[in-house]
């Protein structure tokens, strides 16, 4: 089971707990009931039925009475359990013969007429084995707990001033509390504990990453003058939100020391980040500096220039395009002037990370979508030439504050959590297939009226070929059948870069009304004139994926609408209402890490059976991460290689207990 120390054992925690209060008694057990019995085994035996199927039943008895429980077609089941057993046994009651127990799950809590061990009313549950069952596990625990714990007596690495103010049990009593709980909430103490371990140690790595970004090396104390920024303001026909106004504030305060800016700016599409960042260029701009924006796509890349320079034309201000398909005059005129200084701001793509770029002094790079471009990147640009640029990440995927620090612990966070006002909300509506006809009408309306559409299908990695198969058929049937007046598009991964391109470019100028789709389309792409976004088997999407689809529509002034097509049988069909009840981004990454879970959401990180987080629930353990932050980057700003003495025990589970942890989550 992967525990080979003495302390591996002592972390193998209980996956769950019953409390006996809340367990049912076996004689008033009704009919319909879901319930949590625990009983000893009477009698057992293997039944055929007519059909074939074996059924193993064990008859289970408590003071309280006695009942059936049945496992269809488990009559192997019959050389693992024994009579005089006691079993923990959850499922719903049926009727069946009489009263019948339908398990979901059972454990063996103990065996050989031994009575099942709890500690004031807590019965544990191991993650057990074939090798290592539940009831062998309960006694090793039960045996040798409290040698086990003097191993955590040796690891507390907190003083009492520290768990006195954080409201935390001792290691070892966290670690008793766990195994051995009188209470539920007792176990759950315990919990927060090694959740703050976990969640430290995390952070203490990550700390140490975000020094070496942007403390080891200098950074530019930029200079605000007001000289671009006042007129900005004055010019811009609109009023920052207050959101956009306190970002503004953390971001100057940053731009303004000498210590380098690593910022992350997450904000829901919409909510003003390009606004945000361009205050942030010519902040450095004004302090004679040059200031980058890089955007995934060429697409997207143009798409910036224009608004930035749009936005800048009456500060007398230029802008310097910069993506892969410039001419070679255009390429050398461009970067003659990023070298001269002549260039203010540049916007651009990859290319600017790439050989041969020079810049004269550049003092901010704001980059955009970072999920799109890989930590290496980001410092490529970040490390260009020996001046250290501020750093701002822009980020329209929002995730809950939790996950934030969590995945981008080395980075400080601000967030855009409104919207500027006078916005027209996405309607977002959910249809049963059987409803897809008059989807496909209402689309039909809405091209007849000038707009455009998107249709996009799930594209789900197991079964590529055939989910891109069906999507392709689905656009011949809807290409020839269902539009056969309208113009569509066909866009998906496999397509060559320069074809999306062409696919893309073509709807943006409105010569495609209807864009079929498979992939995430464009992050970030501005058609205005797009009113509706249908998506097809939405149960196959997370709700944030959706949630980033519906972005795509309701950009214009026309109101615009979403229509989720999902079965109506699917659980999924509950989940979905989440999209249709809001179009805050934050409150739907919330609702998504509660349904999903947080293994979900770490995606690639999670090596198997051994999660990113093993202890610590982000959807509760916010407190504790935001200390457990705060603790990490105190001690690593008064001792950063960790190797003062009175640390020694920090340092011995930093490159102990938690480093092949850390390694497997990337920050190791
Ligand atoms: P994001 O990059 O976060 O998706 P943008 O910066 O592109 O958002 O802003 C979206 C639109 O809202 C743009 O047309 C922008 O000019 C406008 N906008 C930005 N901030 C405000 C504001 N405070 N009030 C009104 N409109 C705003
Ligand atoms: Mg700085």
Redesign the pocket.
């Known amino acids: 089971m992967g525990i080979s120390t003495a302390r591996d054992l002592l972390y193998h925690l209980p996956r769950r707990y019953d409390d006996a209060s809340t367990v049912h008694p076996i004689g008033r057990l009704d009919v319909g009931m879901d319930a949590t019995v625990i009983g000893r085994v009477r009698s057992k035996g293997v039944i055929p039925t007519r059909k074939g199927l074996r059924i193993f039943q064990a008859v289970l008895q408590d003071e309280s009475g006695m009942i059936t429980v049945a496992w269809p077609g488990q009559p192997w089941l019959d050389r693992k359990l024994r009579e005089g057993d006691v079993l923990l046994v959850t499922g719903p009651v049926r009727f069946f013969h009489g009263r019948q127990l339908q398990p979901r799950e059972h454990t063996v809590l103990a065996r050989g007429g031994e009575e099942a061990k709890r500690t004031g009313t807590i019965f544990v549950t191991y993650p057990a084995s074939e090798e290592a069952p539940q009831w062998v596990l309960r006694g090793i625990f039960e045996r040798n707990l409290t040698a086990l714990l003097e191993w955590a007596d040796d690891d507390e690495f907190l003083d009492p001033g520290d768990l006195r103010d954080l409201g935390l049990p001792r290691l070892s009593d966290a670690l008793r509390r766990l195994h051995r709980p009188d209470t539920v909430a007792e176990a759950d103490m315990g919990r927060r504990r090694v959740a703050f371990d976990e969640l430290f140690f995390l952070q203490l790595v990550q700390a140490q990453a975000r020094r070496r970004q942007t403390e080891l090396v200098p950074g530019i104390t930029h200079r605000r003058t007001n000289e671009l920024i006042r007129p900005l303001h004055e010019s811009?026909?609109?009023?920052?939100?207050e959101a956009?106004a306190r970002v503004l504030r953390e971001i100057y305060a940053d731009m303004g020391v000498e210590r380098r800016m690593n910022r992350l700016l997450q904000?829901?599409?919409?909510?003003?980040?390009?606004?945000?960042?361009l205050f942030a260029m010519l902040l450095a701009v004004e302090g004679g500096s040059q200031a980058a924006l890089m955007a995934p796509t060429e697409i997207l890349a143009e798409q910036h220039a224009r608004?930035v320079r749009a936005?800048v034309e009456p500060l007398g201000l230029d802008v310097v395009l910069l993506t892969g398909s410039l001419g070679a005059a255009e390429r050398r005129a461009a970067l003659g002037a990023l070298t001269s200084g002549g260039a203010k701001l540049v916007v651009g793509t990859h290319a600017l990370i790439q050989e041969g770029v020079e810049f004269h002094r550049l003092g901010l790079v704001v980059v955009?979508e970072q999920h799109r471009f890989g930590v290496r990147q980001r410092m490529a640009l970040a490390d260009h030439g020996d001046v250290r640029p501020d750093i701002l990440i822009?980020s329209?995927t929002p995730i809950p504050r939790s996950l934030a620090l969590t995945l981008y612990g080395d980075l400080d966070l601000s967030v855009?959590d409104e919207l500027?006002?006078?916005?027209t909300p996405v309607r977002t509506a959910l249809r049963p297939p059987s409803r897809r006809e008059s989807v496909y009408r209402f689309v039909d309306e809405e091209v007849e009226k000038g707009r455009q559409a998107y249709i996009v299908y799930p594209l789900v990695a197991e079964s590529e070929k055939i989910d891109l198969l069906a999507a392709t058929e689905e656009y011949e049937r809807l290409r020839t059948e269902v539009f056969p007046g309208r113009r569509l598009g066909l866009l998906h991964g496999q397509l060559a870069t320069d074809e999306k391109d062409r696919v893309m470019r073509a709807f943006l100028a409105g010569e495609i009304d209807i864009l079929v789709a498979t992939t995430v389309i464009e992050v970030?792409i501005?058609v205005s004139n797009a009113t509706v976004m249908v998506v097809e088997h939405a149960e196959r999407f997370g709700l944030s994926q959706l949630h980033q689809l519906r972005?795509r529509v309701g950009?214009g002034a026309e109101e615009s609408h979403c229509i989720l097509i999902a079965d109506a049988g699917a659980d999924a069909y509950e989940r979905l209402k989440v999209l249709r009840d809001t179009t805050d981004g934050f409150a739907v990454a919330r609702a998504d890490l509660a349904i999903r879970g947080q293994g979900d959401l770490f995606g690639a990180q999670q090596h198997g059976r051994d999660p990113v987080l093993r202890f610590a629930d982000l959807t509760r353990d916010e407190d504790i991460l935001s200390w457990a932050q705060g603790m990490a980057r105190h001690l690593v700003e008064s001792d950063p290689e960790i190797e003062h003495p009175e640390h020694a025990r920090i340092r011995a589970h930093l490159y102990g207990r938690w480093a092949q942890r850390l390694e497997m989550f990337g920050v190791g």
């Open positions: 811009l026909p609109f009023k920052l939100t956009q904000g829901d599409v919409g909510s003003g980040k390009t606004v945000v960042a608004k936005m955009d822009m329209a855009l500027p006002p006078g916005r970030g501005d972005g950009r």
